[in-house]
């Protein structure tokens, strides 16, 4: 059953500039643009200097001209978010003293870039995220372990296994992905409506 | 009072598993009232009664053997099932100790433990292990040494770290659980692992607990009880195999329901561990069939009223809603309506 309330997922605080940092690191996916564009204008009208020391990773999104105009110094465009995950882990490969992350996007995209965070031992205070765009999940199958991407609807149909998934509330940072678990275990071929509820 | 092993009884398949007449009347009934809702029952766990379940730290009763095995068959088929992390080392080697310095204290005639400094021979003679070991040298060992332990016990195992005021799930031995999963749960918080449980969030009984159990002490070690239903006694009821044992709750009917329908305890106790001061939680599960619980009339009449008026929050959680009604009506006529007396003693 789907309880309501989703305890086990973060809550992230809004993001803000902080000039305090000497170096700013912003990922960012589609809509996640806007946010960022507003914290680099507060950043601008705070300390224009900062924005030499802003680095911006990011996946289009029709927004991404809008950096080129943004006079960051350092904005990377990049195809998809694996490619933009891997640059994440060689920024963090190396020394993040005096840096501030800041993350923009859907919640599976800002999920994936605290999955990394966690393993590097980043306190997840020590990145600021906001959430905007699509609420599609990424579905762990608890009996294949397999991960599915991008459900929309409440129940799915595992990648791995094959079986239809009940998509369940209970969120694993570790994993960056919600649980899923056999809808129709108890009465094979007893699925539920199927409706789009991730949106 | 040492209890007689029953080496094969089996928890799948066949389904061999009973309960003595001994074994019913220390059974740890979960119900002090005819009704049932969460709160904070958390209590010392002190030495109870002689014969008791709590009698002694870690129960070891007639299911030890069986049990033992019945791990070992889960862990072959599924090693995740029992995982650590790297900085949890610490941790292990204090459960450790505290497990065996508990075993061979209170059944000398089944654990043997001498020590000479670093040098530790255990001997566990119903399981016939006899191991000379280095403590603190992991090499020393045929397994990490909270592996190699709860091999050897009854009931699961999570260690928690505490920082950053929470407890993390950062190590454990996860086989016999009422449907969690530990490789999901791994590295969560107090909060985020106790996420699915209705009602009690709202209630603030996990902001009271966290509370109390970041506060644990060395020495003073605590209990409470946890109680759901199963089908069948089946120890390994995890998500990961509900595909395998969640056909078995729609099989239940108010005929076979009091053979079929179990209900299962947790005696779950809590330790703060010397050096590492990590918290280890024992969730120890006891099953009996409605049948065997029927023996004690106070018994079925509490059962019987728990079950027809629990919250339904309650009943969509712990998986009852297929089965609660046939379970209420097998129940039906050992309760003639006639008080119970507080308390769980058998009356
Ligand atoms: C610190 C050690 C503890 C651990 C590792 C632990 C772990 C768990 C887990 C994994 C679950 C299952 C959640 C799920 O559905 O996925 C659970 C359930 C629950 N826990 Fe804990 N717990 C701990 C301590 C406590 C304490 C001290 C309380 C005190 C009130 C408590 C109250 C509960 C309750 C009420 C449930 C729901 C049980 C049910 O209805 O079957 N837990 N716990």
Redesign the pocket.
């Known amino acids: 059953m789907l309880v309501t309330g989703i305890k086990s997922k973060p809550v992230y605080a809004p993001l803000q500039a902080d000039i305090r940092g000497r170096y700013h690191l912003m990922l960012g996916m589609g809509v996640g643009a806007a946010p960022l564009l507003r914290v680099i204008a507060e950043m601008r009208a705070a300390s224009e200097a900062s924005l030499k020391y802003t680095r911006v990773l990011y996946v289009p999104g029709a927004e991404a001209e809008q950096f080129k105009t943004a006079a960051v110094s350092d904005v990377q465009i990049f195809a998809g978010t694996p490619a933009l995950l891997e640059s994440f882990r060689q920024v963090l490969a190396q020394s993040l003293m005096g840096t501030r992350l800041y993350v923009a996007g859907p919640e599976s995209f800002i999920g994936l870039v605290m999955k990394i965070a966690l393993e590097f031992n980043l306190n997840k205070d020590e990145i600021r995220a906001e959430e905007c765009g699509s609420l599609a999940r990424r579905i762990y199958c608890i009996h294949c372990r397999a991960t599915t991407e991008e459900v929309r609807t409440n129940i799915v149909r595992c990648v791995g296994c094959e079986r239809w998934l009940l998509v369940r509330d ?1 969120y694993s940072r570790r994993l960056a992905a919600y649980m899923g678990v056999m809808v129709d275990a108890e009465a094979p071929g007893e699925l539920p409506l199927l409706k789009e509820v991730f949106l | 009072m040492s209890a007689v092993f029953k080496p094969h009884e089996t928890f799948r398949d066949d389904f061999t598993y009973a309960n003595s007449p001994q074994a019913i009347r220390r059974f740890p009934l979960p119900f002090p009232e005819d009704n049932y809702m ?5 209590e010392p766990h002190m030495p109870g009664p002689a014969g008791s379940v709590t009698e002694f730290a870690f129960d070891v009763d007639e299911h030890y053997v069986a049990e033992c095995r019945e791990r070992a068959i889960v862990l072959a088929a599924e090693p995740l099932r029992y995982q650590a992390l790297p900085h949890m080392m610490s941790s292990q080697w204090d459960c450790m100790e505290l497990i065996m310095d508990s075993l061979a204290r209170d059944y000398p005639e089944h654990f043997s433990l001498a020590k000479q400094g670093n040098r530790w021979h255990w001997i566990n003679r119903p399981l016939e292990i006899d191991q000379h070991f280095t403590f603190g040298d992991a090499a020393s060992l045929p397994r990490e040494p909270l592996d190699y332990i709860t091999r050897q016990a009854q009931g699961d195992f ?1 260690v ?1 770290d505490q920082r950053e005021g929470d ?1 993390w ?1 950062e190590a454990g031995m996860v086989t016999t659980q ?3 999963s530990l490789d999901f ?1 791994m590295g969560m918080t ?1 909060k985020e ?2 996420g ?2 209705p009602l ?1 969030h709202e209630l603030q ?2 902001d009271r ?1 966290l509370k ?2 970041l506060n644990l002490r060395l020495g003073a070690p605590v209990r ?1 009880l ?3 239903m199963t089908i069948n006694p089946r120890l390994d009821t995890s998500p990961e195999n509900y595909p395998f044992w969640g056909p078995d709750r729609a099989s239940v009917t108010a005929q076979n329901a009091g053979d079929r329908v179990h209900l299962r305890v947790e005696l ?1 106790g ?1 330790w703060r561990l010397p050096r590492s001061n990590a ?1 280890v ?1 024992g969730i120890r599960c006891y099953l009996i069939s409605l049948r065997e619980l029927a023996t004690v009339p106070k018994w079925a009449r509490r059962v019987h009223r728990v079950l027809r008026h629990l919250h339904p929050a ?1 009943i969509d ?2 998986g009852l809603t297929r089965y609660r009604e046939a379970a209420v009506a097998w129940l039906a006529p050992f309760d003639d309506g006639s008080p119970t007396t507080p308390g769980t003693a058998s009356e």
């Open positions: 209970h | 969460y709160s904070v029952n958390i999570v928690m407890l799930t009422a449907d969690w749960d107090f692992w106790h699915p449980v009690a009984v996990f607990a109390f159990l409470r946890n109680w759901t779950q809590l918290v939680f309650l959680y712990k």
